[in-house]
């Protein structure tokens, strides 16, 4: 198979879904770990006063 094959199919429609489904997949890992800080916070702060 050569490189251009591969290339022309991730081109179509089939490579902007996985492009798509792969900036979700990101974006969803920046508000775990974001939602993970923010309530590390939120119990830090409960266990000083």
Known sequence: MEFATLFDSLTGAWGDEILVWAVAAVA??????????????????????
């Open 28 to 49: 969803g890992c920046i508000c775990l770990v974001a939602l993970v800080n923010v309530l590390d916070m939120f119990l830090d702060s409960n266990e000083m006063g």
